[in-house]
């Protein structure tokens, strides 16, 4: 038997915990790009750092004691819980089908992260064994994370550049689950699609540019972390696998792609769609993400109570603490037998996705166009150039954080 020890205080490191896992911060890198951090912003998405703050000091350690002695089997409350309305007939995927196909959907998100990519041949991060944090030993780094950390990456960037050559876009085909957001989008329900990756196998895929957020960035453009001159993607690309490290033409500084480190900004698109996006959202689907990565994972909690969560993903995640719900607080997926809207399909991404499609009785067509981009892009050897991102030049600065 396990015996675990627990701190006279054990609320200060649930707080710690739940602030750094779901809250949002709105701060300026001194290693981004230059923006606007003016204060107070009526514009500040839901879920603010302020608002949340304010409900943390609501806590009291009674709360705690109580849920501790209900969990022990010590305490059962004195008035039976309110029930909850289901927002699906079933909370199943059953009941996302059913809710997918009525005329309550018209506005679909999707999330995605590593997992919808593994099946092209690119490692998620954090899987054991094969995932990238796992096989990054052989860089002598302090440690995994370290290969995507701004400061790291100015001390010693070769590291980095000799696993952007592994990683570079253009050498692998999209996935069944990029090919379903891509249905999604021609039978008009596509809202946005958010991911995490930067492999670009999103417009790989021809997902219209429009309909793209690149949370963490990009490697279609690149620029000095100096003097912040411009490259396009031919550029670094060919400096890249040369094994060479690209160097500023104006200044002694190293050239970066766009892509989001630890410790910087996320894009300003990111910003702004993301005010303007999730209150309309009518379905979010949460593709092959752990989840664990600040600001995106907090995404999941921006859409309306009554808007129906599916997560497709090997395993749980994003998963709301009892305790939390024991306080009245949103954060997190619910999946469990209380849940009235969150449902998870576990199993690979691609699975995951043809099975939704067969079941909304779209799965030939999306067998139909993966086996037919797939040939086009074998004919052509490799994939098409990428279409440039959308950049947009207003709205604050979110920095990305590592837990």
Wanted: charged fraction near 25%; glycine fraction near 8%; charge should be negative.
């Amino acid at each position: 038997m396990r015996v675990i020890q627990l701190s006279n205080r054990p609320w200060i490191n649930c707080i710690k915990v739940w602030r750094r896992n779901f809250i949002i911060s709105y701060k300026m890198s001194a290693n981004s790009t230059a923006g606007k951090s003016d204060g107070d912003d009526p514009s500040i998405p839901p879920n603010s750092a302020e608002s949340l703050g304010s409900r943390i000091r609501d806590l009291d350690v009674d709360s705690i004691r109580r849920y501790l002695a209900q969990k022990l089997g010590f305490y059962e409350p004195s008035e039976p819980s309110t029930s909850v309305e289901k927002v699906l007939d079933e909370v199943n995927l059953d009941g996302i089908v059913k809710w997918m196909k009525s005329a309550r959907c018209q506005n679909v998100i999707t999330l995605s992260g590593a997992g919808i990519s593994t099946s092209a041949g690119i490692p998620d991060f954090r899987s054991p064994e094969t995932g990238l944090y796992h096989n990054l030993q052989k860089y002598n780094l302090p440690e995994p994370q370290a290969i995507f950390e701004i400061n790291f990456f100015r001390q010693n960037p070769k590291p980095f550049f000799t696993l952007a050559k592994e990683l570079f876009p253009g050498s692998f085909k999209p996935t069944i689950s990029h090919y379903f957001i891509r249905l999604l989008h021609e039978k008009g329900l596509l809202l946005r699609h958010y991911t995490q990756n930067i492999d670009t196998l999103e417009r790989g895929a021809g997902i219209p540019g429009e309909k793209l957020v690149e949370a963490h960035g990009t490697f279609y453009t690149s620029h000095c972390i100096e003097c912040r001159k411009e490259y396009p993607l031919d550029f670094i690309k060919g400096i890249i696998f040369a094994d060479q490290i690209p160097i500023c033409t104006e200044c002694p500084g190293v050239v970066k792609p766009d892509i989001v480190f630890f410790g910087e900004s996320l894009p300003e698109r990111f910003q702004h769609c993301l005010q303007e996006d999730f209150q309309k959202c009518d379905m979010l689907i949460i593709m092959g993400s752990s989840l664990e990565v600040q600001p995106f994972a907090s995404l999941i909690d921006m859409v309306p109570e009554w808007c129906p969560r599916l997560l497709i993903n090997r395993e749980k995640a994003g998963i709301r603490s009892p305790l939390l719900r024991l306080w009245g607080m949103s954060g997190g997926l619910q999946l469990d037998e209380d849940s009235i809207r969150d449902v998870a399909r576990l199993g690979e991404c691609d699975d995951g996705c043809q099975e939704l499609a067969d079941r909304l009785g779209w799965g030939d067509e999306l067998r139909e166009l993966v086996a037919r981009e797939h040939e086009l892009l074998t004919q052509k050897g490799s994939l098409l150039n990428p279409h440039p991102p959308i950049l947009e030049h207003s709205g604050q600065n979110v920095t990305a954080e590592k837990l």
